[in-house]
């Protein structure tokens, strides 16, 4: 166990949009049974994920999915736990539209975490997710839950949350109480191994660098048109 | 002026209030939530308009603007709205939307078995009168009386119960004596303590992850990592029994995380209470905190001796007041002038500060319990409990005002018994004033128990 390195992921979003849910179906591969109570504090789940599935560089590393706890009155003591963290998944609920505007918040509380020594509370309206990207460069992924409820609702569902665009970052959808939600293979299991494959990246990168043999399919669904890869 | 504008004027009036309402609302109440139904918000904002137009009766009354005669039949016309509401309904709509959240009942028996509900509220309703002597029995059915008389009942018994935890909370929240020095030193090894956990916890489940593999990994995978899983297939050597072990600790680790991890909210917000207390603003409150006990003492001696000696004051504080002025210290005062515009700012300030205590109140109630499955009902029982707190609140009200401003009230409210309102008020008030102290000084002590636990582990 010593010799699997690991990586921290936290899971942050606004309270009853399905963090729980989310990392158990993650980390054990089936939906949760029963309603879970609402997270008092932190709880924390262990997926073994295998980076770089299918090339001769394959290597397992244990990422580590710290599940916080959203409610609002506990934000003065969740701080502790945003120290240090190498990727940050951002939930909210597809039927819930103010979870989605309160992502930009959340993005605000994890990565002002230095400053807020203090317990008053950042001006949140002042924060740009733009000047983020360029700055600490922690990936971020952002995931919509309780899809099945959505589908009830309206047709138009699957248009990419704001905060999505301005980070740069994927974004699936998913029902957490069907165990097919992520199976392997489907499209949102893929956008996840590919998160979780540059969290890793980004912790070991001086490391990954020698050992890299061909540029690892990153990129290439996003739109960026400046950036080519070639097979050196 | 005439009737119409007369009703205009408070047409525009109770508009105003209505767009009040939803602001709040949408502002405040649902500040996480989408609004799925239009119809919560329309219900909510409709019974804040009504009741903030009955208090708006009240100080027209006493101010004397509009016609006795628009004035009379606004207070029926409003006093039956919403008595429509808060009976029939709001108590319809929460029924409708409990029944549709149970997941079991099908689309086609929603509306009959709401109606049933509805038929079971209103029994027990009508039963709430039995054991109280509410009014003399020679009223009819359905008459206001009946239905305000238990509206009465309930809303009494709500201002009371929150009268008196505020009263005894008040002076504990913001008196320096019962805050307690939290060190910094104290917080960061607990801190320390709880990410310990935390890793201790990721220990176990990282195993118990690398058990469950072991008997999935097939020959042939990743021929870099399979002498990983030779060693430590090797030293492993009774899987299953070992997994279920690990996940017992585990979650025994969980449980102690999540205690260290409230025990680390409490120190943090004895920190904020702290700091808090060192501004201006801390300093003021902690000096009114000083008075308010005094008062809160007061209020609790004055109800033992009125329920004792079964009195009920006949003059009220206004009138009491400018007597004293007039024949102890001899001030040569216009008591017809003076009693009018004293009487309108004290009812004034009753009326905007039981309104902003409540809707404070409210708002920390459903940020403690609401989810997003269950913000609808939440919302209306709100509105319910809003609508017959102000009825009650304009019930009690009559005892502050002096008798020329009273009739009102009596003619259009009936003929209740006041005084049973009064006493049921001191009985629940002071149950509510010694429950709270109660309550208050064993979470106190136990929370100083726990702090003490917490920085001897600590260290």
Redesign the interface.
């Known amino acids: 166990?010593a010799?699997?390195d690991?990586v921290r992921v936290i899971v942050v979003g606004?309270?009853?949009?399905g963090k729980t849910s989310l990392v158990h179906l993650i980390?054990q591969g089936k939906p949760l049974e029963g309603s879970p109570s609402w997270t008092?504090?932190?709880?924390?789940?262990?997926?073994?994920h295998?980076f770089r599935e299918g090339t001769p560089s394959?290597?397992?590393y244990?990422v580590?999915l710290?599940d916080i706890g959203g409610s609002?009155?506990?934000r003065?003591?969740?701080s502790?736990?945003y120290n240090p963290t190498h990727g940050i998944i951002l939930v909210h609920?597809l039927?819930?539209?103010?979870?989605q505007q309160?992502l930009s918040k959340w993005l605000a509380e994890v990565l002002n975490k230095d400053s807020a020594t203090?317990?008053r509370s950042i001006a949140v309206d002042q924060y740009d997710p733009e000047q983020f990207v360029g700055s600490t460069q922690i990936p971020i992924l952002v995931i919509g839950t309780k899809l099945d409820l959505v589908e009830k609702?309206r047709a138009n569902s699957r248009r990419t949350s704001a905060i999505a665009e301005e980070c740069g970052a994927d974004e699936i959808f998913v029902d957490c109480q069907q165990m097919r939600a992520l199976a392997a293979g489907s499209s949102s299991a893929i956008k996840l191994a590919r998160f979780f494959d540059k969290v890793i990246e980004r912790k070991y990168q001086t490391r990954e660098a020698r050992d890299r043999v061909s540029p690892f399919t990153v990129d290439s669904r996003r739109s960026r048109p400046f950036k080519s890869y070639h097979n050196d | 002026m005439g009737f119409l504008e007369d009703s205009c004027i408070i047409l525009i009036s109770q508009v105003g209030f209505f767009v009040g309402g939803w602001v709040f609302f949408v502002k405040k109440l649902f500040r996480d939530y989408e609004v799925h139904h239009a119809l919560v918000q329309l219900l909510f904002s409709a019974t804040f308009s009504l009741s903030c137009t009955l208090f708006e009766l009240i100080i027209f009354e006493i101010v004397g603007f509009l016609d006795q005669s628009t004035r009379y039949f606004q207070w029926h016309f409003v006093l039956y709205l919403i008595l429509f509401m808060t009976i029939v309904l709001v108590p319809f709509y929460i029924g409708y939307f409990i029944v549709r959240s149970i997941s079991f009942v099908r689309d086609r028996w929603v509306r009959p078995l709401t109606i049933i509900v509805w038929l079971a509220f209103s029994y027990f309703f009508w039963r709430l009168g039995d054991p109280f002597p509410l009014l003399s029995p020679s009223k009819g059915l359905f008459s206001i009386e009946q239905a305000i008389s238990r509206v009465g009942v309930i809303g009494v018994t709500i201002m009371a119960v929150l009268s008196g935890f505020g009263a005894v909370n008040y002076p504990y929240t913001s008196m320096a004596y019962f805050m307690r020095k939290v060190q910094d030193s104290d917080v960061q090894s607990l801190e320390r303590k709880l990410l310990q956990t935390m890793d201790m916890i990721l220990a176990k489940k990282k195993r118990i992850a690398l058990a469950s593999k072991r008997p999935a990994v097939a020959p042939g995978t990743t021929g870099g990592a399979s002498g990983l899983w030779g060693l430590f297939r090797s030293s492993v050597s009774a899987p299953t029994e070992n997994v279920r072990q690990l996940q017992s600790e585990a979650r025994g680790l969980e449980e102690l995380s999540r205690q260290l991890f409230l025990e680390l909210h409490s120190m943090r917000n004895m920190q904020e209470r702290v700091e808090w207390a060192k501004t201006w603003q801390g300093k003021y409150f902690n000096l009114l905190g000083y008075f308010f006990s005094l008062y809160c003492t007061w209020k609790i001696f004055i109800s033992t001796i009125n329920i004792v000696f079964d009195r009920v004051g006949k003059k009220d504080p206004v009138t009491r007041g400018l007597e004293i002025a007039v024949h102890w210290l001899g001030l040569d005062v216009d008591v017809a002038f003076w009693s009018q515009h004293v009487s309108f700012l004290l009812v004034g300030c009753i009326v905007v500060t039981s309104i902003r205590g409540l809707l404070l109140t409210l708002t920390k109630f459903f940020y403690a319990i609401s989810s997003s499955k269950s913000s609808n009902v939440i919302v209306l029982l709100l509105a319910q409990i809003m609508g017959m707190y102000f009825v009650s609140s304009v019930l009690l009200m009559r005892m502050n005002m002096p008798a020329e401003y009273r009739t009102i009230i009596t003619q259009v409210l009936g003929d209740l018994q006041f005084n049973f309102y009064h006493r049921w008020f001191d009985v629940i008030f002071l149950v509510s004033a010694l429950s709270s102290i109660c309550f208050l000084y064993f979470a106190h002590k136990q929370v100083a128990t726990d702090d003490a636990d917490a920085t001897f582990h600590a260290n």
Do not use: T, Y
């Open positions: 166990m010799s699997i690991k606004d309270s009853g949009v980390s008092v504090g932190c709880s924390v789940e262990v997926k073994l295998e394959q290597k397992s244990f580590e710290w609002s009155s506990h003065n003591a969740r502790v736990f609920d039927s819930n539209r103010k979870s309160n203090s317990s609702l």
